[in-house]
């Protein structure tokens, strides 16, 4: 009899959980101690730290994903909106979501900000929050603003649960998703270093699953992978290695992931769950906690298109660090059809990665792609001009 | 001083009745916008760029700016005809095809010089005020244009209404961020100091015009309308939703057309349309979404060809949401500057929109809902059916939606867009000849007008 390799079944569960889109482990969750509740979010960032401080568990909403069949959530918009408001209204009407007990939308574009609204008239017996956070990064000015829109969550949270939730249980939050960031970081370290080891298809997977696994127990399924893979045979390949960006909401399949990386390319680093690693680095857990969030957030966050660059020159920095400090030898841009923040901000990081001698290619998709030939093509030749050019 | 300037002689069109002197009073003021931006260079004014929701006319006259609004510099390129070219020129220079045409419109026209939609030159901002109302993609815009040409930002975060109210700490950050950042750096582009004096006079002047306005787009409860409450009053919002909001002149004109408005409810007359006076009403709607520009005339004429008048639109909200009782403020400058911003109409969450389109419903007693949905503007469609569903449920009054784009000519398909007007346009009607009130409301589908 055979047995499984640890990174195998690891991968495997989350696969597991990725596919579950009636959301089985959550409801499993809520049911182990009585009165326990779940909150949803979406893209791009929420204070998770807030949600887990209140006995609540925080789950990731992405979309239905390219299993899903949208009947219902087509004919709440026109065919020039992105896709993963219908799927996620379908997953809604469908009672797949009833397991949450509320739903957080956080500021990133104008559909998910409506999305809000759509939520609110159609789940009347729901939580429902339209999570804004500042666009200025001034303590005094927006830092202010948004610890009071943290202290909002916080108070809701608490009349939620029946309780206030004290500092002390968000610092002890803070201090699980340190954890949790720390792991991520680990994870992404060494997919950077042996992308051959850890594939982006997996990776990805283990991301999903901190979407709806409690933040303790996806710190040690992240870490068991890591521990694990290393001993995994798998060949190294003469691939370029590339950084994905445009993927920070809707999701492309897994399969186009795949695809990428079956043409010739290691995705060295992504913007795929940047709520996993928005924060960069540990918040101190021993101060204020919603003043310590807002100071990470204002001054030690990651950069994405629903963030205002307040300067010119910052424009492109972060995305020119990936590329750099992860060794990446070019950019693929993926972004989701009719997805206004990242295709608007894309001729921008092009014009930045143009300069700096970065090449790039760029394509759309949606979560419910289905052909992947042409976009393994475009990737294998990218992958392989990379190649031409470094040779020469 | 930006606004003291006289208002140039209104050249007196023959024959023409009194509200269409209103409408020429109304261009020679949007054409004086224009010019001021051509002689900016040569007389030594800064120019600004803003947006039409969450615009700060009254602050940007205290810097002595020369004010450029690109939504409209778009518009009355759609209306010239001139977008298409400028939309294509964008995405050749890499922008893509599914994102906002003003935008592209916009840089389009930029990619060709400084010239703007009237031909006289359009130079380059020397500030770009980004109040981020009420529109994600605003803030692309001007990262685009900066990015490009290297223009000085100032953000003024306007936080959006996801509650349905304005809480005090939103009203804060507004205001502080005028304090600290926006006033500051407008001061230092333009070397004009701070006058909070000047404001308040502005706001004196805005509050009158504003009074005004109310009532003009008010007169629409009358049977039969005065105006037309959409495509009318994309004239009359000109002024106050653009650089005239706070002078003399915009007061001026509101008060005329005030009082010609007032004459034709006197009279008992309907909306004077391109083609003269309008026949009977037949219909009354309210209009959710904005116009399409490029093909506006053909548009309104399929209205007002059936009989059938826009008493009140979403649309004639969108850079000031006065109907309810806001009024700029000069006893509290700056927190009613805030309080503007966060008012505009896009920046009300889906509930407060539905809640208002009913009660316009109700109050201008229209026969129903027209949306018209703008493929470029995802702050406006996103959740549009939505309303739609919700608006028949509440009201009864049956819905109808069309699809076209703001300054895209690919995306008007006329043939389409009629047919679904005369569909619905149908459709009241026997809904009324059939007494069919205690009906279900039918939806009409959404038209595939591209």
């Given at each position: 009899?055979?047995?499984?390799?640890?990174?195998?079944?690891?991968?495997?569960?989350c696969e597991?959980?990725?596919?579950?889109?009636?959301?089985?482990?959550?409801?499993?969750?809520?049911?182990?101690?009585?009165?326990?509740?779940?909150?949803?979010?979406?893209?791009?960032?929420?204070?998770?730290?807030l949600?887990?401080?209140?006995?609540?568990?925080?789950?990731?909403?992405?979309?239905g994903?390219?299993?899903?069949?949208?009947?219902?959530?087509?004919?709440?918009?026109?065919?020039?909106?992105?896709?993963i408001?219908?799927?996620?209204i379908?997953?809604?009407?469908?009672?797949?979501l009833?397991?949450?007990?509320?739903?957080?939308?956080?500021?990133?574009?104008?559909?998910?900000?409506?999305?809000?609204g759509?939520?609110?008239?159609?789940?009347?017996?729901?939580?429902?929050?339209?999570?804004?956070?500042?666009?200025?990064?001034?303590?005094?000015?927006?830092?202010?603003?948004y610890?009071?829109?943290?202290?909002?969550?916080?108070?809701?949270?608490?009349?939620?649960?029946?309780?206030?939730?004290?500092?002390?249980e968000?610092?002890?939050?803070?201090?699980?998703?340190?954890?949790?960031?720390?792991?991520?970081?680990?994870?992404?370290?060494?997919?950077?270093?042996?992308?051959?080891?850890?594939?982006?298809?997996?990776?990805?997977?283990?991301?999903?699953?901190?979407?709806?696994?409690?933040?303790?127990?996806?710190?040690t399924?992240?870490?068991?992978?890591l521990?694990?893979?290393?001993?995994?045979?798998?060949?190294?390949?003469?691939?370029?290695?590339?950084?994905?960006?445009?993927t920070?909401?809707e999701?492309?399949?897994?399969?186009?992931?795949?695809?990428?990386?079956?043409?010739?390319?290691?995705?060295?680093?992504?913007?795929?769950?940047?709520?996993?690693?928005?924060?960069?680095?540990?918040?101190?857990?021993?101060?204020h906690?919603?003043?310590?969030?807002?100071?990470?957030?204002?001054?030690?966050s990651?950069?994405?298109?629903?963030?205002?660059?307040?300067?010119?020159?910052?424009k492109?920095?972060f995305?020119?660090?990936?590329?750099?400090?992860?060794?990446?030898?070019g950019?693929?841009?993926?972004?989701?059809?009719?997805c206004?923040?990242?295709?608007?901000?894309?001729?921008?990081?092009?014009?930045?990665?143009?300069?700096?001698?970065?090449?790039?290619?760029?394509?759309?998709?949606?979560?419910?792609?289905?052909?992947?030939?042409?976009?393994?093509?475009q990737?294998?030749?990218?992958?392989?001009?990379?190649?031409?050019?470094?040779a020469? | 001083?930006?606004?003291a300037?006289?208002?140039?002689?209104?050249?007196?069109?023959?024959?023409?009745?009194q509200?269409?002197d209103?409408?020429?009073?109304q261009?020679?003021?949007?054409?004086?916008?224009?010019?001021?931006?051509?002689?900016?260079?040569?007389?030594?004014?800064?120019?600004?760029?803003?947006?039409?929701?969450?615009?700060?006319?009254?602050?940007?006259?205290?810097?002595?700016?020369?004010?450029?609004?690109?939504?409209?510099?778009?518009?009355?390129?759609?209306?010239?005809?001139?977008?298409?070219?400028?939309?294509?020129?964008?995405?050749?220079?890499?922008?893509?095809?599914?994102?906002?045409?003003?935008?592209?419109a916009?840089?389009?026209?930029?990619?060709?010089?400084?010239?703007?939609?009237?031909?006289?030159?359009?130079?380059?901002?020397?500030?770009?005020?980004?109040?981020?109302?009420?529109?994600?993609?605003?803030?692309?815009?001007?990262?685009?244009i900066?990015?490009?040409?290297?223009?000085?930002?100032?953000?003024?975060?306007?936080?959006?209404?996801?509650?349905?109210?304005?809480?005090?700490?939103?009203?804060?950050?507004?205001?502080?961020?005028?304090?600290?950042?926006?006033?500051?750096?407008?001061?230092?582009i333009?070397?004009?100091?701070?006058?909070?004096d000047?404001?308040?006079?502005?706001?004196?002047?805005?509050?009158?015009?504003?009074?005004?306005?109310?009532?003009?787009?008010?007169?629409?409860?009358?049977?039969?309308?005065?105006i037309?409450?959409?495509?009318?009053?994309?004239?009359?919002?000109?002024?106050i939703?653009?650089?005239?909001?706070?002078?003399?002149?915009?007061?001026?004109?509101?008060?005329?057309?005030?009082?010609?408005?007032?004459?034709?409810?006197?009279?008992?007359?309907?909306?004077?349309?391109?083609?003269?006076?309008?026949?009977?009403?037949k219909?009354?709607?309210?209009?959710?979404?904005?116009p399409?520009?490029?093909?506006f005339r053909?548009?309104w004429?399929?209205f007002?060809?059936?009989?059938?008048?826009?008493v009140?639109?979403?649309?004639?909200?969108?850079?000031?949401?006065?109907?309810?009782?806001?009024?700029?403020?000069?006893?509290?400058?700056?927190?009613?500057?805030?309080?503007?911003?966060?008012?505009?109409?896009?920046?009300?969450?889906?509930?407060?929109?539905?809640?208002?389109?009913?009660?316009?419903?109700?109050?201008?007693?229209?026969?129903?809902?027209l949306?018209?949905?703008?493929?470029s503007?995802?702050?406006?469609?996103?959740g549009?059916?939505?309303?739609?569903r919700?608006?028949?449920?509440?009201?009864?009054?049956p819905?109808?939606?069309?699809e076209?784009?703001?300054?895209?000519?690919?995306?008007?398909?006329?043939?389409?867009?009629?047919?679904?007007?005369?569909?619905?346009?149908?459709?009241?009607?026997?809904?009324?000849?059939?007494?069919?009130?205690?009906?279900?409301?039918?939806?009409i589908?959404?038209?595939?007008?591209?």
């Amino acid at each position: 009899m055979s047995t499984i390799p640890q990174a195998v079944a690891i991968v495997q569960r989350c696969e597991a959980l990725f596919e579950d889109l009636t959301f089985d482990s959550v409801k499993r969750w809520k049911a182990a101690a009585p009165g326990r509740k779940a909150i949803g979010y979406m893209p791009v960032y929420v204070p998770r730290e807030l949600v887990h401080a209140a006995g609540m568990l925080p789950v990731g909403i992405l979309g239905g994903g390219d299993q899903l069949e949208v009947i219902q959530g087509d004919a709440y918009y026109q065919s020039y909106i992105c896709r993963i408001p219908r799927s996620t209204i379908e997953l809604g009407l469908t009672g797949r979501l009833d397991c949450l007990d509320g739903m957080l939308f956080p500021s990133i574009c104008d559909v998910i900000r409506n999305l809000s609204g759509m939520w609110q008239l159609l789940f009347k017996d729901k939580y429902v929050r339209y999570f804004d956070v500042p666009q200025n990064y001034e303590d005094e000015i927006g830092g202010k603003y948004y610890v009071h829109e943290l202290e909002i969550l916080r108070d809701d949270l608490g009349r939620l649960r029946g309780s206030p939730v004290t500092d002390a249980e968000l610092n002890a939050s803070i201090r699980v998703y340190n954890d949790n960031r720390a792991a991520i970081r680990e994870l992404y370290a060494y997919r950077a270093q042996k992308p051959w080891q850890a594939p982006t298809s997996e990776v990805y997977l283990l991301l999903r699953a901190g979407m709806v696994l409690p933040p303790e127990e996806h710190t040690t399924v992240v870490r068991d992978y890591l521990a694990a893979v290393e001993s995994l045979p798998r060949p190294k390949r003469d691939n370029a290695r590339v950084v994905v960006n445009g993927t920070f909401c809707e999701q492309p399949p897994l399969a186009l992931i795949k695809s990428i990386e079956m043409s010739g390319c290691y995705v060295v680093d992504d913007d795929f769950m940047l709520v996993t690693r928005w924060l960069l680095d540990d918040v101190p857990a021993d101060g204020h906690p919603l003043e310590e969030l807002s100071r990470a957030f204002l001054h030690r966050s990651a950069s994405t298109a629903a963030k205002y660059d307040a300067r010119r020159e910052d424009k492109g920095q972060f995305l020119l660090k990936q590329v750099k400090t992860r060794g990446a030898e070019g950019v693929v841009f993926a972004a989701p059809s009719f997805c206004d923040p990242a295709l608007l901000e894309r001729p921008m990081l092009q014009d930045v990665l143009a300069k700096a001698g970065v090449p790039y290619t760029a394509f759309k998709y949606a979560e419910n792609t289905g052909q992947m030939a042409p976009i393994r093509e475009q990737a294998g030749t990218f992958a392989d001009s990379i190649k031409l050019w470094s040779a020469t | 001083m930006t606004a003291a300037a006289p208002m140039p002689a209104s050249v007196k069109k023959p024959q023409d009745v009194q509200k269409e002197d209103a409408m020429w009073l109304q261009k020679e003021l949007i054409n004086r916008n224009y010019r001021e931006l051509a002689e900016a260079r040569a007389t030594g004014r800064k120019v600004s760029a803003t947006f039409v929701p969450g615009n700060l006319n009254e602050l940007l006259m205290c810097f002595d700016f020369a004010r450029s609004l690109p939504e409209t510099n778009a518009l009355q390129n759609g209306m010239r005809k001139k977008s298409g070219k400028f939309i294509m020129d964008a995405e050749r220079d890499g922008q893509s095809e599914d994102v906002c045409t003003y935008v592209k419109a916009d840089l389009g026209m930029m990619l060709g010089g400084e010239t703007g939609p009237t031909g006289e030159a359009l130079p380059r901002p020397d500030v770009l005020l980004l109040s981020y109302t009420g529109c994600f993609t605003f803030m692309k815009w001007f990262e685009l244009i900066r990015h490009k040409y290297g223009c000085e930002t100032v953000m003024l975060h306007v936080p959006y209404q996801g509650e349905g109210k304005i809480a005090p700490n939103m009203r804060e950050y507004v205001v502080k961020q005028l304090k600290d950042n926006v006033i500051p750096t407008l001061e230092r582009i333009s070397g004009v100091k701070f006058d909070i004096d000047r404001l308040r006079q502005y706001m004196r002047e805005s509050q009158k015009a504003e009074e005004d306005l109310v009532a003009v787009l008010q007169s629409a409860k009358h049977r039969p309308s005065p105006i037309d409450g959409y495509f009318g009053a994309v004239y009359y919002i000109g002024p106050i939703f653009t650089a005239f909001r706070g002078t003399p002149e915009a007061s001026e004109y509101y008060r005329v057309l005030r009082g010609e408005i007032e004459e034709r409810v006197r009279q008992g007359k309907g909306p004077v349309t391109p083609d003269g006076e309008m026949g009977e009403e037949k219909y009354r709607l309210i209009v959710e979404g904005p116009p399409n520009w490029t093909s506006f005339r053909d548009f309104w004429k399929m209205f007002y060809e059936e009989g059938a008048v826009v008493v009140s639109s979403t649309y004639a909200k969108v850079g000031g949401l006065y109907d309810f009782g806001f009024r700029h403020d000069p006893d509290h400058p700056l927190e009613s500057l805030a309080d503007y911003c966060l008012g505009c109409y896009t920046n009300l969450n889906l509930p407060s929109r539905v809640d208002m389109i009913c009660r316009y419903i109700d109050e201008y007693q229209a026969d129903g809902l027209l949306i018209n949905s703008i493929k470029s503007c995802n702050s406006f469609s996103a959740g549009q059916l939505l309303i739609l569903r919700e608006v028949e449920r509440r009201t009864g009054k049956p819905a109808a939606f069309i699809e076209t784009d703001l300054v895209d000519p690919r995306y008007f398909s006329a043939a389409n867009v009629k047919n679904r007007l005369e569909s619905y346009f149908q459709m009241i009607k026997q809904k009324r000849t059939a007494g069919a009130d205690r009906e279900a409301p039918r939806t009409i589908p959404i038209a595939a007008s591209h």
